[in-house]
């Protein structure tokens, strides 16, 4: 009993893993989809229970994955309360979309039984619904003309541990409020962590 | 305390009204020196004190103190003029037309000077005008609240920018053809193989042989595993050499061909004949047990890529893409012809039967043949029963399956990469997978509902699949050092030798034979305890290397 419960349980280490892992394939969903890479760069992988592209880009790759294991360390830290993944014109370095994920701690309230561990397949199904949203969302996003390039933001807290060099303080690429519009997205959650998606991007008549 | 909110108005009251008189420059120069007097009072304080008052009058008497109205004495005059237009909230109104009466002032509250700075953009443009002066941190705060920034958190980005995408849209078609050779993602596990969850299938080899010279040629067959004596046939260059799986002697069968090199080789279903293909397009027959040479059917022009045996015709497969049928017991071998291909015919499979006859070729094209010889005149030709084109790459892969004699798996080359699984009887295709890259060779399972596929660069690898599902069951990459090129299935079943270019042969147990209790299991292991596991008699001899890490060369 005690050894099934031990192996449902889900940790905060393994909850960064999840989160960060989502962050990978959610991340490369949307460079496929807003075309910001060849789309013959990508190819398809299992995961999830569906495919999902995944870039071949070696130099993208590394790239991710460097952004990817430190957003993954503060995590564990629980330093970090946002990623933004910025869409952004590559000459004029306009922000045209901001695709916002909000990391949230879930923690159980104060003197309350923590809530059931939720099965690992609940959390793929909502990590699935989010992918596909994000795929379904091409269809009414502004058509980007111009070639774009992306930068991602990490959100921490002033006491976040901060390897030096690596990652510098920037402006947060902020769409004027005149000008964007915002859709909120599916949200989903770990026992520790829970994602809540959103998208803003620019629309001018 | 209570001169406080007086006061400020009082100034205020000034000050708009300096603003009000026609902005004179004389009553404008009096307004701060006027306020001057307030300054001690900071800024967190007032606010402190008065929380009631909303934030316009902070704004004005700073205006009022710093002579801001004097800056920009016109430009927030026209603001006055946009922002007043929404009439300000009734509470505030009043509150300050009472203490207005009370200082008897002559002002009049319909006066467009009535700036009802709440919205945070204003004063944050009023600060930005002006900042010699810092924001005292309360007035931040609420900037930064009004701003949705939240102040005591870092925004961070990666001092790198993210690669450019690497290449222009007119390398589009080379990168096409480059795709098949492209490393597909690698496999979550630390051991880059995968396999079932219900059952152990080891992605380790259980034995390794050294082939020194196997030639590293897609198109040639070089290995053949006998179902009659368990000897495995393993062709290096112009040599063929005979290993005997019970115990593991090596013999060469004859002194090895010079100029030439063996491309081919196949067991008669008795296991007593070996057929060789050479390079210069002679068909060799070979007494295994004797180990001579019985004859040599000449009359190829090109290198004969493949062999099969059924009974007594040996079917080649050639360069210029006909297949013959070779009847070993007549002088005039050649008794059939079949012409069917227009490239080099480099897969060949009889179905166990003898009634049906499967080609591939380098032309993408599988055919399957009628097996019938009937009476043999000279120039017989027969027709393909079924011709199909669904493959885009050179077919070597085909195997009929052992349980179901109407099925035919045929796997294609890299640019296709695809197994498809054929109905011999109505011609359908049954099922088709993607795999990750060139399909080398196939096999079904005897005893599952299940083949086995082998893979050339990039992943170089062993795949399971299911059927009828054709869900990958395990995957072991990385198998050889370079393409997996050649395999056998061992008498038994249970396991695969598999040939590559990296000259060495390597036998895999991936289908354990299923056993059907626990206990019978234990007493089965106990009396195969010498290590003649489940029939195979794959022992190896227990001189030349017991150990399953084992190594011995095959010469």
Not at chain 2, 160 to 169: I, L, R, S, V
């Amino acid at each position: 009993m005690s050894k099934q419960a031990a192996k449902q349980a889900i940790t905060l280490k393994g909850s960064s893993a999840l989160v960060t892992e989502f962050f990978k394939y959610g991340i490369n969903t949307i460079l496929f989809q807003r075309e910001v890479y060849p789309s013959d760069d990508f190819h398809m992988v299992k995961k999830y229970g569906q495919t999902v592209l995944v870039t071949q880009d070696l130099a993208l790759e590394n790239y991710l994955e460097r952004v990817l294991s430190q957003v993954q360390k503060w995590l564990l830290e629980r330093s970090v309360t946002q990623l933004v993944l910025a869409i952004i014109s590559k000459e004029t370095r306009t922000p045209l979309e901001r695709w916002v994920f909000d990391i949230k701690l879930v923690e159980p309230a104060e003197g309350e039984a923590p809530a059931a561990q939720k099965p690992d397949t609940e959390i793929q199904s909502e990590i699935r619904a989010i992918l596909k949203q994000i795929v379904s969302m091409v269809t009414y996003l502004p058509v980007i003309h111009e070639p774009t390039a992306f930068n991602i933001l990490a959100y921490t807290s002033d006491s976040a541990d901060i390897p030096a060099g690596e990652w510098v303080d920037t402006d947060p690429l902020a769409i004027e409020a005149s000008k964007s519009q915002q859709v909120k997205m599916r949200s989903f959650s770990t026992d520790v962590h829970r994602i809540e998606a959103m998208v803003a991007y620019r629309y001018e008549e | 305390m209570a001169a406080t909110p007086k006061t400020p108005a009082r100034s205020r009251a000034r000050s708009d009204a300096a603003n009000n008189l026609a902005n004179t420059f004389s009553n404008l120069n009096l307004s701060p020196t006027k306020g001057s007097s307030y300054k001690p009072s900071p800024n967190p304080f007032m606010t402190a004190t008065t929380p009631k008052r909303p934030p316009v009058n902070d704004s004005l008497q700073r205006q009022a103190q710093e002579g801001i109205a004097k800056k920009g004495g016109l430009e927030s005059r026209l603001n006055v003029v946009t922002i007043v237009q929404p009439p300000p909230s009734q509470t505030t109104t009043q509150a300050k037309q009472i203490k207005r009466s009370k200082s008897s002032s002559s002002v009049t509250r319909s006066d467009r000077f009535i700036t009802t700075r709440d919205d945070p953009t204003s004063t944050l443009a009023q600060s930005q005008r002006n900042p010699s002066r810092p924001a005292s941190p309360d007035h931040t705060a609420r900037l930064a609240d009004a701003a949705g920034v939240n102040a005591n958190r870092r925004i961070l980005c990666y001092h790198e920018q993210p690669p450019a995408p690497t290449t222009d849209a007119s390398l589009n078609p080379a990168r096409e053809y480059a795709r098949p050779l492209l490393r597909p993602a690698s496999l979550p596990t630390s051991t880059g193989a995968q396999t079932n969850k219900s059952r152990k299938i080891p992605t380790q080899p259980e034995r390794i042989l050294d082939a020194p010279g196997m030639v590293d040629d897609f198109y040639l067959n070089l290995l053949s595993w006998s179902k009659a004596t368990n000897t495995l046939s393993v062709a290096l260059e112009g040599a063929t050499y005979i290993w005997n799986a019970d115990n593991g002697n090596v013999t060469q069968l004859g002194s090895g061909l010079e100029g030439t090199y063996v491309s081919s080789v196949d067991f008669s279903n008795d296991g007593m004949f070996l057929g060789v293909g050479t390079g210069e397009g002679d068909v060799e027959l070979w007494d295994v047990e004797t180990g001579a040479k019985l004859r040599t059917m000449s009359g190829r022009q090109g290198q004969v890529a493949t062999l099969a045996w059924n009974e007594h015709i040996l079917t080649s497969g050639c360069g210029d893409g006909s297949i013959w049928h070779h009847d070993v017991r007549m002088p005039r071998h050649k008794v059939m012809e079949l012409l069917g291909h227009t490239g080099e015919v480099c897969g060949l499979k009889w179905r166990v039967d003898g009634e049906l006859l499967a080609s591939g070729g380098n032309d993408n094209v599988v055919n399957i043949w009628d097996g019938r010889v009937g009476d043999v005149v000279e120039g017989a030709r027969g027709a393909a029963k079924w011709t199909k084109r669904n493959h885009t790459a050179a077919v070597k892969a085909i195997a009929w399956c052992t349980w179901n004699p109407s099925l035919l798996a045929s796997g294609g080359g890299t640019n296709d990469a695809t197994i498809n699984i054929w109905n011999s009887t109505t011609g359908a295709r049954l099922h088709t997978t993607h795999t990750p890259s060139q399909v080398t060779s196939l096999h079904w399972s005897p005893h599952r509902k299940e083949l086995i596929s082998t893979h050339g660069y990039p992943t170089n690898s062993l795949m399971i699949h299911s059927y009828p599902s054709m869900e990958t069951v395990a995957e072991i990459r990385d198998a050889h050092d370079s393409r997996v090129l050649f395999s056998a299935l061992s008498p038994a079943g249970d396991v695969v030798c598999t040939g590559a270019g990296d000259d060495v042969l390597k036998f895999w147990r991936v289908w354990e034979k299923e056993v059907v209790s626990g206990a019978r299991k234990k007493k089965e292991v106990k009396e195969s305890g010498q290590g003649n596991l489940m029939g195979t008699g794959l022992t190896g001899g227990v001189k030349s290397g017991s150990t399953k890490t084992g190594r011995m060369a095959i010469r």
